[in-house]
C-alpha cells in the first residue's frame, strides 16, 4: 500500500534513529549482560511505538529471550529476529557514510527487528486492521547455534500460520531466501599412543597420522550434485615436534540440502572408522539445523510478497542459500516460512557490514503490506 510507503518515508531519520540505539547497545552472545542490555533497549521500542510490554523468557547462561504479543485472533503470524550478534564489544562502532549505515550486527539483524516494529506501527498509526495477531519472538542465542531458544522457537511456530524471518535479504539483489541449506557441527577426538620420535619411533602410533586418513575421508564426502558440502574447518594435534602426537581433533561443519540426506551424511561422519591400527576415535555432533526446504506453500507466500514489493516500487527475487536461520527450525515444522524480509545492505559478519538507509522505508512498507493479505 502507497500509504505505507508515505508514511515511513517520512519516518525514515526516526526509523534511523531507532536502528543507531540498537546497533550501539552491542551485544556479542557470549555475553548475557550486554544481551540483556540490547534487550532492554529493544523492549523500549516495542513500549514506545506499539504500547507493547515484552514476555520475558528467563536465561541462566545466554540472554533472556523476550516474546511480544500484538493484536488478537485466532490465527498468528510470528516474526522471527535475534538481537545478540558475532562482534565483541569495541569491535566496530556505529557510523554513517552516504547512504549507508555501518555497526555491529546492523544487518545480521537488529536493522531488521527495527523494520518490522515499524511495518506494525504504520499498520496502528494509519488504522489498518490485521486479520491475525502478530508474536515477535526476539531469541539471544541464534548466532552460536539457538540451543536455548530452539524450544521456544519451535513451540511458538507450531501455533502459527506463517512465520517471517527478518534476516537479511540476499546481498546486491535483495533477494528473499525460499530455502537454505541444514547446518551441522561434529568434533572428532583421536587418541594414538605418544613415543620418542627420535628414539622410539616404532613404538608411537600418530594420531595426526590418523587425523590426515580422516580429513581425506570426511572432505570425500563432499557432492555439489547433492548441494552437500562438508568442510573440516579446524584440525589440530600433537604438542611437540619430537613426540609421536597421542590426539588431535577435528572441528566439521555440515551444508545439506534436504533431511534424507542430513541422515545419510550423519550416520557416515558417527560411524567413521579409524584407518591405523591402535587408533581410536570419538564423534560427537548432529546436524543442528534442518534444512529449510522449498514447498508449495513457501512459494504461495514468496508470490505473495512479490505482489506487495511491487506495490512499493521493489521488484523481488528469490534465493537459496547456504548458511541456517532461526527459519531452517520452523520450515521442518511445517509452518510456511519466509526468509530475508530484512534490511538491505551487505556484510554480514564482515567489518563493512552495513545497511542502506534508503530502504528501510521501503522494505517496511513490503512487510506492512504483507501482514495486511495474510
Given at each position: 500500500m502507497t500509504e505505507f510507503l508515505h508514511y515511513l518515508q517520512e519516518n525514515q531519520e526516526n526509523i534511523l534513529g531507532d536502528v543507531e540505539r540498537v546497533v550501539k547497545a552491542e551485544s556479542p552472545t557470549h555475553d548475557k549482560q550486554a544481551v540483556d542490555r540490547c534487550g532492554e533497549v529493544f523492549q523500549s521500542l516495542f513500549a514506545e511505538h506499539l504500547g507493547l510490554t515484552a514476555e520475558i523468557i528467563p536465561m541462566e547462561v545466554t540472554g533472556n529471550h523476550l516474546r511480544f504479543t500484538y493484536g488478537e485472533g485466532s490465527g498468528q503470524i510470528l516474526i522471527l529476529g535475534h538481537i545478540d550478534t558475532v562482534w565483541d564489544i569495541g569491535r566496530l562502532s556505529y557510523r554513517i557514510e552516504g547512504n549507508k549505515a555501518f555497526g555491529p550486527g546492523i544487518q545480521d539483524m537488529k536493522g531488521g527487528i527495527v523494520q518490522?516494529?515499524?511495518?506494525?506501527?504504520?499498520?496502528?498509526?494509519?488504522?489498518?486492521?490485521?486479520k491475525k495477531k502478530v508474536v515477535f519472538l526476539c531469541t539471544s542465542d541464534e548466532e552460536t547455534g539457538s540451543a536455548s531458544s530452539r524450544e521456544y522457537i519451535e513451540l511458538e511456530a507450531k501455533k502459527?500460520?506463517?512465520?517471517?524471518?527478518?534476516?537479511?535479504?540476499?546481498?546486491?539483489t535483495g533477494a528473499l531466501k525460499t530455502s537454505r541449506k541444514g547446518v551441522g557441527h561434529f568434533t572428532m577426538r583421536i587418541r594414538g599412543k605418544a613415543s620418542?620420535?627420535?628414539n622410539h619411533h616404532e613404538e608411537g602410533i600418530s594420531a595426526v597420522e590418523e587425523m590426515a586418513h580422516q580429513i581425506l575421508f570426511l572432505?570425500?564426502?563432499t557432492d555439489y550434485r547433492q548441494g552437500t558440502t562438508i568442510n573440516v574447518g579446524v584440525a589440530s594435534g600433537g604438542?611437540?615436534?619430537n613426540v609421536v602426537a597421542e590426539s588431535a581433533q577435528l572441528d566439521i561443519d555440515v551444508r545439506i540440502n534436504r533431511l534424507s540426506e542430513a541422515d545419510r551424511i550423519r550416520s557416515l561422519i558417527l560411524q567413521s572408522t579409524p584407518?591405523?591400527?591402535?587408533?581410536?576415535?570419538?564423534?560427537?555432533?548432529?546436524v543442528n539445523r534442518p534444512p529449510m526446504e522449498r514447498t508449495a506453500q513457501t512459494?504461495?507466500?514468496y508470490h505473495l510478497a512479490t505482489a506487495c514489493a511491487k506495490e512499493v516500487g521493489i521488484s523481488l527475487t528469490e534465493a537459496h542459500v547456504g548458511g541456517g536461520s532461526?527459519?531452517?527450525?520452523t520450515a521442518a515444522l511445517g509452518i510456511p516460512t519466509l526468509d530475508g524480509l530484512g534490511a538491505m545492505g551487505d556484510g554480514p559478519h564482515a567489518e563493512y557490514e552495513h545497511i542502506l538507509i534508503d530502504q528501510l522505508p521501503m522494505r517496511a512498507a513490503m512487510l506492512a503490506s504483507l501482514m495486511t493479505r495474510l
Open positions: 518490522a516494529i515499524w511495518a506494525l506501527k504504520a499498520c496502528k498509526d494509519l488504522g489498518v486492521s490485521l502459527s500460520d506463517v512465520v517471517l524471518v527478518v534476516e537479511p535479504p540476499e546481498a546486491n620418542h620420535a627420535g572432505q570425500g564426502l604438542n611437540r615436534s584407518h591405523l591400527e591402535g587408533t581410536t576415535l570419538q564423534i560427537d555432533g548432529d512459494e504461495k507466500l532461526d527459519g531452517n527450525f
